[in-house]
């Protein structure tokens, strides 16, 4: 059973870049799928995009301008950056993986919160 | 405004059934994409209910069913009991002009009475 586990800084001020990474035992990086889900304070969950294992990434359109996701197969990881963060972005994250398009997330991360405060 | 529409909420006695919502469109369940089902407890990661439209993962009581007509979707949970209260979640993928991703619907608590 695949597993992952999320890292990173817990608390980024408005306008800087926000850095996650995803760690994943049990499996290699070199299949699957690899994702980043979020999900605000009170609200529902929201996609923020995914990674092939070769790097080829779909992010969400509404995010798209400032969403990186990439993926260190040497280090069996995947990693998000949001840039120009402000007090929206603030969220629970978590990092998933799924078969494809037509797949449901079957593993996921515990999350990792992330609050945008001065 | 979520491309995969859910009721808020929704609440039944134990022992009852409650079936839960999942209104897409054209660009997602009417082209053909799966839906899939989570459960999501306070304090945990979310969980898989249903796949594919209506499969149920191994370890998943078969008091959870699923299914999928046109646009629509439905979860339905039989035997409501305490452990059940939680939020739900649809989700499928989308394709359209704006650009193609994963969608999730709004979610629905479910509050056993």
């Known amino acids: 059973q695949v597993q992952l586990q999320e890292s990173g800084p817990g608390l980024v001020k408005p306008w800087e870049t926000l850095s996650l990474t995803c760690s994943v035992s049990?499996?290699?990086?070199?299949?699957?799928?690899w994702s980043w889900i979020r999900q605000p304070p009170g609200k529902g969950l929201e996609w923020i995009g995914y990674?092939?294992?070769?790097?080829?990434?779909t992010y969400n359109p509404s995010l798209k301008s400032r969403i990186a996701i990439s993926v260190d197969r040497s280090k069996n990881q995947f990693s998000l950056k949001v840039t120009s963060v402000t007090a929206a972005d603030t969220a629970l994250y978590y990092c998933?993986?799924?078969?494809?398009?037509?797949?449901?997330?079957?593993?996921w991360g515990q999350g990792t919160l992330v609050t945008v405060s001065s | 405004q979520s491309l995969l529409t859910q009721p808020p909420s929704v609440s039944g006695a134990p022992g009852q059934r409650v079936t839960i919502s999942c209104t897409g469109s054209?660009?997602?369940?009417?082209?053909?994409?799966?839906v899939h089902w989570y459960q999501h407890l306070p304090g945990a990661a979310p969980r898989v209910l249903i796949s594919?439209?209506?499969n149920r993962p191994s370890g998943v009581p078969d008091r959870f069913s699923g299914s999928k007509s046109g646009t629509s979707a439905s979860l339905a949970i039989s035997g409501l009991q305490a452990e059940d209260e939680a939020d739900y979640y649809c989700?499928?993928?989308?394709?359209?002009?704006?650009?193609?991703?994963?969608?999730f619907g709004g979610g629905t608590k479910l509050t056993v009475l």
């Open positions: 998933a993986s799924f078969g494809g398009y037509n797949s449901p997330f079957d593993n």
């Open positions: 989700q499928s993928y989308d394709s359209s002009l704006s650009g193609s991703g994963v969608v």
């Open positions: 049990g499996g290699s990086i070199s299949s699957y799928f």
């Open positions: 054209s660009s997602n369940f009417g082209a053909g994409y799966d």
């Open positions: 594919g439209n209506n």
């Open positions: 990674t092939s294992y070769t790097g080829s990434t």
